[in-house]
């Protein structure tokens, strides 16, 4: 038990008054416990009367009754009248004593049972405490009179006396309080009355104490609230948002006005208008918080230092009932907990406790239980037990305290026999133990043995569950004892190690399983490392046992994760798994990132270049108008227009992989595209490759570009060509498929559902791992110097991903190449029926006289557009941006018939935008776009309404012609799906 005070201070003096017995002798074995010091014992009243005025201890405790009632009660008033001194009378349980404390001048005189520790412990604290409180304000009393006093010349003198004293007042009742009628309450008697109390003494509407739930901290339990003397119940008010929410680990609070500034979010505080608080928390003898007690004011706190001190004295209290409370709670909580059934019987051998299990194994209730003979339940223990000369407990055995059936404090064990209530009789291993003290008493430890062989049958069944699973892991599991041996490994172990089976199954130490490894080549030492240190380090990393993935190669292509974690019962665990898969499918991620990452740069350098191409198509153009111009001179622009040509068709190329190149996608039934390219590659591919096509019966809608979805075919069996030098065959497949989530693994874009596959075999030479992984890299080719330039299959990538889709290949050395492409399925959709108008043939361009408005950042272009179109008949305005363009309209004094605008502008207003802003002015204004690719913060489907198209860069002007003319004559392009017109979502 710990000592009342720090050993830092003098120990509190005792003098006893009692008769010499075994009950003062427990007593001051008691008292030398809690850290107090006996200074003086008497037997009679009358040498007490003399010894405590002349010793002046700091408390005096009367063992009574003495000699008769009036002599002690004499004894009490004599003693309070001669010394300022606390005074507590213990009763003795075998002579009975008095249920309330002894009233008298001044405080009432604490009685309390000395076999009740904590009780006694608390009783001493609180004295010593009110004593000490009522010594401090004496002194504070005197020094504020003091001014006061008869001569001092105040006029006023009752005023600071007057409040004084009525602070005075109410620490006086909190002492009286917590020294009577509350000093022995318990539980909720004592919380309820502290919360009852504290309104009176402190002037406040509400006093409340909360406790800290620990298995829910941060939400605390309301054990009382009283408000306006009305007690509600638990669950009355939420404490949320106010300074005891949460986890109750806050100290003191004291907040004198101003509740609701501080804290505006409470509900409580606000509908209450609660403008004041105080509370101090419940210390656990643990440390930590347990509650807190409080008041609550819809008034400023007129003193908050006396409240703090009133609190803490209350909470004190508290935190003594809360810290017992919590005690036997625990304690009976793992009472229920225990397996065994618990028995603990008083010295006259009757049942004062029983647990769960104890209730469901002797089929009492606990009702019944209690206060029943426990040799009625355990008949035989207590026969054989009780005989000292049964148990070797002869004449000359050593001596130790009874128990009230001559038990001894050890502990004894035996199988014995158990009773129930109804007088079934059961097998049961038996422990007892007495409870050395002045009490005595035995407590009982029974476990039933019936059924024991049906539990040993259990277990091995549960040990071989156990071992099945063990064994039928995927992963490799090495068990380590705490010396580091083995000392179990699973199948999969020992076939990841095959060379090792022996040191395995032998119980070898991890020291020498290392060495044997670096013997038989299975672990390299790093370059310019010694062995032994190499051997260290393994041991030191396998001993940290920190869950670290260690990675290893092996030859072969195999991948393995070892992992160290520490076991529960001591010793270590080590994982080995294979992870070939997902290293593949992490180096597959990686490598579409970037891709990914190439793709915007590539098409980026595309954009610009589209630019500058269609400044050189432009001039170009109108050399080759000019009359002026010589035959040589003619020529010579005709190979530079034929390079530009050229130009551009890389520029596409490299759009499409970077899928960036501007689409017109549309509704398309897949098997049409490969019937109508299929036909274009019989004649391509020669006689020598066979082109075979499967097309299972069901539609295959997509919504791609055709024209890209023929010329990725076109450019796959460009490949398959290649790869058949001497001939072979090719096989087109088209049939719809459903993906799971398990595809993802392979493919981190790819998406579960419905998808249409279009697969492209052949029976070439096909493709090592290292090629297939590379297969997609632009500009990789395994075609020689001028064959090719390595963006067929990086421009298939970029059509398929920028369609929703993904790709794989399917290849191996000498067995061919199947590369399928899988594109999402619309099985609702119905084929597009419009057809595309074709321009009227003619020797000159289409020509008119409408007002077109260009609106192009990029000044060269915005100058080549603006020079052919005038040179086509229109009447041109240009602008740089969106706002000038508006502001020209604006200012624009005709009709504007045609608004012809690049998707990417500068200044926040993109082409998009630019025509919606532009066709709520102008309703009947056509709008022809122009890009080098859908940029990201535009969709990749443009969706186009009515009276809209799209001009991709770079354009020729004959292009730009067409264009116009088909735009201003109303052919809006093909059926735009269910809400064109609208800006496109980001991709």
């Not at 007042?169 to 109390?197: I, W």
């Not at 680990?249 to 608080?277: D, M, Y």
Request: aromatic share 4%; glycine share 10%; proline share 7%.
């Amino acid at each position: 038990m710990a000592p009342l005070r720090e050993t830092s201070t003098p120990p509190t003096s005792v003098f006893l008054l009692g008769e010499e017995d075994r009950v003062t002798r427990e007593i001051t074995a008691q008292l030398r416990e809690m850290g107090l010091q006996l200074r003086g014992h008497a037997s009679r009243a009358g040498d007490a009367l003399q010894e405590v005025p002349r010793i002046r201890p700091d408390l005096v405790l009367i063992l009574r009754p003495l000699e008769g009632e009036p002599e002690w009660l004499e004894t009490v008033r004599t003693l309070r009248e001669r010394v300022d001194t606390p005074i507590v009378l213990l009763t003795d349980p075998a002579r009975g004593g008095l249920p309330e404390p002894i009233p008298g001048p001044g405080l009432p005189i604490p009685v309390v049972d000395p076999g009740n520790h904590e009780e006694l412990r608390a009783v001493i604290a609180l004295s010593l405490r009110r004593h000490a409180l009522t010594q401090a304000l004496n002194e504070v009393d005197a020094r504020l009179r003091a001014p006061f006093r008869k001569g001092n010349g105040f006029r006023h003198p009752n005023d600071v006396p007057v409040r004084f004293r009525r602070q005075s007042d109410a620490l006086d009742r909190a002492v009286r309080l917590l020294s009577s009628r509350l000093a022995f309450a318990r539980g909720m008697e004592l919380y309820e009355g502290v919360a009852s109390a504290l309104p009176g003494i402190l002037k406040t509407e509400i006093a409340f104490v909360v406790r800290s739930d620990p298995m829910d901290p941060d939400h605390p339990r309301i054990l009382a609230w009283v408000e306006d003397g009305i007690l509600r119940g638990e669950g009355a008010v939420s404490l949320a948002g106010t300074p005891c929410a949460g986890a109750l680990g806050a100290g003191e609070t004291v907040i004198t006005s101003g509740l609701h500034l501080e804290f505006p979010e409470s509900k409580l505080i606000r509908e209450r208008s609660l403008a004041s608080w105080a509370s101090v928390p419940l210390q656990s003898p643990f440390g930590g918080v347990m509650g807190h007690v409080g008041v609550v004011g819809r008034h400023p706190l007129p003193a908050p230092e006396q409240t703090r001190l009133i609190l803490r004295l209350f909470g004190a209290h508290l935190s003594n009932e809360l810290a017992r409370d919590s005690g036997e709670q625990r304690f009976l909580r793992l009472l229920d907990l225990a397996p065994d059934a618990i028995l603990m019987a008083d010295v006259r051998g009757r049942i004062v406790l029983a647990n769960r299990q104890a209730v469901q194994l002797f089929g009492w209730t606990e009702e019944e239980l209690l206060g029943e003979a426990i040799d009625s339940v355990l008949p035989h223990e207590f026969d054989v037990l009780g005989s000292p000369e049964e148990h070797g407990r002869g004449d000359d055995a050593p001596e130790g305290p009874s128990l009230g059936w001559g038990l001894s404090a050890t502990p004894a064990r035996g199988d014995l026999w158990g009773v129930r209530k109804n007088g079934e009789r059961f097998p049961a291993a038996v422990g007892l133990a007495g409870i050395p003290g002045g009490e005595g008493g035995v407590i009982a430890i029974v476990r039933s043995l019936e059924g024991t062989r049906e539990a040993e049958a259990q277990l091995a069944a549960a040990r071989a569950s156990f071992l099945d699973a063990f064994q039928s892991i995927n992963e490799g599991v090495i068990l380590w004892d705490e010396e580091d041996r083995v000392a179990v490994a699973n199948q999969r172990a020992l076939e990841f190690l095959p060379d090792l089976r022996t040191e395995l199954a032998s119980g070898a130490r991890f020291k020498e399983l290392v060495a044997t490894m670096l013997d038989q080549g299975l672990l390299s030492i790093p370059d310019g490392m010694d062995p032994k240190e190499f051997i260290l380090r393994q041991i030191a990393r396998h001993r940290r046992a920190d869950g670290t993935e260690i990675v290893v190669r092996l030859p072969g292509g195999r991948i393995w994760s070892i992992t160290t974690l520490p076991s529960r019962r001591g010793g270590r665990v080590t994982v080995v798994a294979d992870i070939t898969g997902r290293v593949q499918a992490e180096e597959n991620f990686r490598r579409v990132q970037k891709m990914e990452a190439l793709g915007k740069l590539t098409g980026g350098l595309a954009h610009d270049f589209n630019n500058y191409l269609g400044v050189i198509y432009g001039y170009l153009e109108m050399l080759q108008e000019d009359p002026s111009l010589g035959e040589l001179a003619r020529r010579r622009v005709g190979v530079a227009m034929q390079a530009a040509t050229r130009g551009a068709e890389l520029t596409r190329s490299l759009l499409s992989f970077a899928r960036r190149q501007p689409r017109s996608p549309r509704i398309t039934e897949v098997s049409e595209v490969v019937g109508e390219t299929v036909e274009l590659l019989r004649q391509i591919l020669g006689r020598d490759v066979r082109v075979r096509v499967e097309v299972s019966p069901e539609p295959h809608t997509v919504r791609v570009d055709p024209e890209q979805l023929g010329s990725a075919l076109m450019n796959l069996a460009n490949n398959a060509r290649d790869a058949m030098p001497d001939g072979g065959e090719l096989v087109v497949r088209v049939r719809n498929a459903f993906l799971g989530r398990g595809h993802k693994l392979l493919h981190p874009y790819a998406r579960a559902g419905s998808y249409v596959l279009l697969e492209v075999a052949d029976s070439g030479v096909g493709m090592s791992e290292e090629t297939r992984a590379m297969a997609f890299e632009p500009f990789f080719s395994t075609k020689g110097p001028g064959h090719g330039t390595g963006l067929g299959l990086s421009m298939v990538y970029g059509f398929v991903k920028q369609s929703g889709g993904h790709v794989e290949i399917l290849s191996r050395p000498g067995e061919g190449t199947a590369l399928r492409i899988y594109l999402p399925h619309l099985p609702d959709e119905a084929l597009p029926t419009a057809e595309v108008p074709r321009s009227k043939g003619g020797d000159g361009l289409p020509r008119g006289e409408e007002t077109l408005l260009v609106v192009e950042d990029n000044p060269d272009v915005r100058e080549t557009v603006t020079l052919q179109a005038a040179s086509l008949g229109y009447r041109v305005l240009s602008a740089e941006d969106g706002d000038a363009a508006l502001r020209i309209l604006e200012d624009a004094g005709e009709v504007t018939h045609l608004l012809f605008t690049d998707l990417v502008l500068p200044g926040g207003m993109d082409g998009k935008e630019l025509s919606r802003r532009v066709r709520e002015r102008n309703p009947g204004i056509r709008v022809l776009f122009t890009s080098g690719f859908s940029p990201e913060n535009l969709s990749n489907e443009l969706n186009l309404g009515p009276g809209q198209r799209l001009l991709s860069k770079p354009y020729r002007k004959a292009e730009l012609a067409l264009a116009i003319r088909q735009t201003l004559d109303g052919w809006s392009g093909p059926p735009a799906p269910e809400g064109s017109g609208d800006p496109p979502s980001g991709e």
